[in-house]
T-cell receptor, first 115, second 112 residues
Framework: DTGVSQDPRHKITKRGQNVTFRCDPI?????LYWYRQTLGQGPEFLTYFQNEAQLEKSRLLSDRFSAERPKGSFSTLEIQRTEQGDSAMYLCASSLTSLSGNTIYFGEGSWLTVV | DAKTTQPTSMDCAEGRAANLPCNHSTISGNEYVYWYRQIHSQGPQYIIHGLKNNETNEMASLIITEDRKSSTLILPHATLRDTAVYYCIVRARMDSSYKLIFGSGTRLLVRP
């Protein structure tokens, strides 16, 4: 059983550049979540998908952020015109909605440093 | 989702039981208690969850009080690898998103 996979694991970019992160959820998981975590804080919810539909977006997700899950499988999170405040770990998670529960499993995260 | 209160930090000796408390006095009847942990620089790891009965798995035990206003995560024989931040989260089963709302967690240090 492969877990949630995220790529790249680390990214250093210059301010103003665009970056894209990819997430491959656990196979057949219909829900996919994106979180952001800064040093010393717990993860903060950004957005989630059920299949290919983006059903909720946090106010943290500014206009420079966009997430997609075009075929209901992998997802991408793009940040345009990066700012230093975007430096954080971006976490992807997935779950399968079922009668027995909906446990969410996280990937290892993608670290972003904006210089 | 109901708010949870956890101690900021705790420590225990290697090989001893680690008992991590969590208060969730405003929990409602349809909300589950979930525990995750996060080892430095890694993604959160699911540990266990429960509704009202005590639960046990290969990682830990979860004890929920009868009034459900608090719970305790028990790591029966803590090892150095259990040093992590532990998050207690309550989540409504019927919430449309089922998303997890993380607090600050408890930083557990297991001493040699």
């Amino acid at each position: 059983d492969t877990g949630v996979s995220q790529d790249p694991r680390h990214k250093i970019t210059k301010r103003g550049q665009n970056v894209t992160f990819r997430c491959d959820p656990i196979s057949e998981h219909n829900r996919l979540y994106w979180y952001r975590q800064t040093l010393g804080q717990g993860p903060e919810f950004l957005t989630y998908f059920q299949n290919e539909a983006q059903l909720e977006k946090s106010r943290l997700l500014s206009d420079r952020f966009s997430a997609e899950r075009p075929k209901g499988s992998f997802s991408t999170l793009e940040i345009q015109r990066t700012e230093q405040g975007d430096s954080a770990m971006y976490l992807c998670a997935s779950s399968l909605t079922s009668l027995s529960g909906n446990t969410i499993y996280f990937g290892e995260g993608s670290w972003l440093t904006v210089v | 989702d109901a708010k949870t209160t956890q101690p900021t930090s705790m420590d225990c000796a290697e090989g001893r039981a680690a008992n991590l408390p969590c208060n969730h006095s405003t929990i409602s009847g349809n909300e589950y208690v979930y525990w995750y942990r996060q080892i430095h620089s890694q993604g959160p790891q699911y540990i266990i969850h429960g509704l009202k009965n005590n639960e046990t798995n290969e990682m830990a035990s979860l004890i929920i009080t009868e009034d459900r206003k608090s719970s305790t995560l028990i790591l029966p024989h803590a090892t150095l690898r259990d040093t992590a931040v532990y998050y207690c989260i309550v989540r409504a089963r019927m919430d449309s998103s089922y998303k997890l709302i993380f607090g600050s967690g408890t930083r557990l240090l297991v001493r040699p």
